[in-house]
């Protein structure tokens, strides 16, 4: 069942209203995405609905996407939420709404004017349900050496949210010419008798050349709520092998909507080409130091996706500071922050210096 949360002046929930989603054929109810079969799934009566065969995600030239300005979406099909508590939004389809925000937690989420933008090329379906989204969340927290043994215990279902985040992947063919001086260390014995010593030089050498390397699917996040270091951290994602974007996918759960354009992430891919393309070049050499490398670096055949990945958001508040992790809707990969129990660290530096004494002790003796 799903509700619109209509709140007050202060964003406080005041009622909740019904609102349709896609019926289920046989009693009526509300499908959602069923991620462990791949299907539309009736959670009142059990009846299964199989989704359509879906279509490879297309490329598409950067440069027409930088015109696309106006929103693909329309007002007919999504709705965007905000969060008055932390700044995030969310697309939903139209029939579906947000009750909580879920990055914060909080429910002063509220339904906005904004149109939602470029609408997806194509997306990664969540693989596991948000039961197993939970348990690998657990087993990640269970690992956590130093988090309070009520995080690890209280950490459930309550708190943790299927999102669909929104990247920009980008393919290139570049080319660079590059010019540099690069550095050997050696050693060598010098004077004799009191004067003999060793001492440490280096030969430099000019280096020059030409360098080619394809780029594919470089993955470049367009949430601040979800950035580019948390996405590497619960990284990879199968983006070759997404599905077109069919909104079923997300029945049931939630879309992030991007905050930062397609210019912009393409201006932070061409960032990670080149120090990718300046690593494999220095790896063509044996070196110690480098003076200076200058690569000149060319694009062609630029394309782009925009697709949604698949991530288990959770929040938790300890104390008066709100935690985040991430998990991996495909892989289960995960990551985040989690509180710090003070009695744990102080157990473990009290035993520390236990064994510091000890060794002390043992010396003495």
């Given at each position: 069942?799903?509700?619109?949360?209509?709140?007050?002046?202060?964003?406080?929930i005041?009622?909740?209203?019904e609102?349709?989603?896609e019926?289920?054929p046989?009693?009526?109810a509300n499908l959602?995405?069923?991620?462990?079969?791949?299907?539309?799934?009736?959670?009142?009566?059990?009846?299964?609905q199989s989704?359509?065969?879906?279509?490879t995600?297309?490329e598409?030239?950067?440069?027409?996407?930088?015109?696309?300005?106006?929103?693909?979406?329309?007002?007919?099909?999504?709705?965007?939420?905000?969060?008055d508590?932390?700044?995030?939004?969310?697309?939903?389809?139209?029939?579906?709404?947000?009750?909580?925000c879920?990055?914060c937690?909080?429910?002063h989420?509220?339904?906005?004017?904004?149109?939602?933008?470029?609408?997806?090329h194509?997306?990664?379906?969540?693989?596991?349900?948000?039961?197993?989204?939970?348990?690998?969340a657990?087993?990640?927290?269970?690992?956590?050496?130093?988090?309070?043994?009520?995080?690890?215990?209280?950490?459930?279902?309550?708190?943790?949210?299927g999102?669909?985040?929104?990247?920009?992947?980008?393919?290139?063919?570049?080319?660079?010419?590059y010019?540099?001086r690069?550095?050997?260390?050696?050693?060598?014995?010098?004077?004799?008798?009191?004067?003999?010593?060793?001492?440490t030089?280096i030969?430099?050498?000019?280096?020059?050349?030409?360098?080619?390397?394809?780029?594919?699917?470089?993955?470049?996040?367009?949430?601040?709520?979800?950035?580019?270091?948390?996405?590497d951290?619960?990284?990879?994602?199968?983006?070759?092998?997404?599905?077109?974007?069919?909104?079923?996918?997300?029945?049931?759960?939630?879309?992030?909507?991007?905050?930062?354009?397609?210019?912009?992430c393409?201006?932070?891919?061409?960032?990670?080409?080149?120090a990718?393309?300046?690593?494999?070049?220095?790896?063509?050499?044996?070196?110690?130091?480098?003076s200076?490398l200058?690569v000149?670096?060319?694009h062609?055949?630029v394309?782009y996706?925009?697709?949604?990945?698949?991530?288990?958001i959770?929040?938790?508040?300890?104390?008066?500071k709100?935690?985040?992790f991430?998990?991996?809707?495909?892989?289960?990969?995960?990551?985040?922050?989690?509180?710090?129990?003070?009695l744990?660290v102080a157990?473990?530096?009290?035993?520390?210096?236990?064994?510091?004494?000890?060794?002390?002790a043992?010396?003495l003796?």
């Open positions: 069942m799903s509700f619109e949360a209509q709140t007050d002046n202060n964003g406080e005041v009622q909740q209203i609102t349709q989603m019926k289920c046989n009693c009526g959602v995405f069923e991620p462990n079969s791949q299907t539309l799934y009736c959670e009142h009566c059990g009846t299964s989704l359509p065969e879906m279509l995600v297309l598409q030239n950067v440069l027409d996407g930088f015109d696309q300005v106006k929103s693909q979406w329309s007002g007919d099909e999504t709705v965007v939420f905000s969060c508590n932390c700044g995030a939004k969310v697309v939903l389809q139209k029939d579906e709404t947000a009750s909580s879920p990055f937690g909080t429910s989420v509220v339904k906005t004017d904004e149109l939602a933008g470029i609408k997806p194509g997306l990664i379906p969540f693989s596991f349900g948000l039961k197993e989204g939970v348990d690998y657990k087993k990640w927290a269970k690992s956590r050496l130093y988090a309070p043994r009520k995080f690890k215990k209280t950490l459930s279902a309550e708190n943790v949210k999102v669909y985040a929104p990247c920009f992947t980008f393919d290139s063919n570049t080319f660079s010419t010019y540099g690069i550095g050997k260390r050696y050693t060598r014995v010098v004077g004799s008798g009191k004067n003999r010593r060793t001492e030089y030969v430099w050498r000019n280096v020059s050349g030409t360098f080619g390397y394809s780029f594919d699917d470089l993955l470049i996040t367009a949430g601040s709520k979800f950035d580019q270091k948390k996405m951290k619960v990284s990879p994602f199968d983006t070759n092998n997404g599905k077109s974007y069919d909104e079923s996918y997300l029945l049931g759960f939630m879309a992030y909507h991007y905050d930062t354009e397609l210019k912009d393409w201006q932070q891919a061409k960032n990670r080409m080149d990718t393309i300046r690593s494999r070049i220095l790896a063509q050499y044996s070196y110690d130091v480098v200076f200058n000149s670096t060319t062609g055949n394309t996706k925009y697709v949604m990945l698949p991530v288990y959770g929040n938790y508040k300890y104390g008066k709100l935690y985040n991430f998990v991996n809707g495909s892989t289960g990969k995960t990551t985040g922050k989690t509180p710090v129990s003070a744990k157990l473990t530096v009290l035993a520390g210096l236990c064994v510091i004494a000890g060794i002390v043992l010396t003796l």
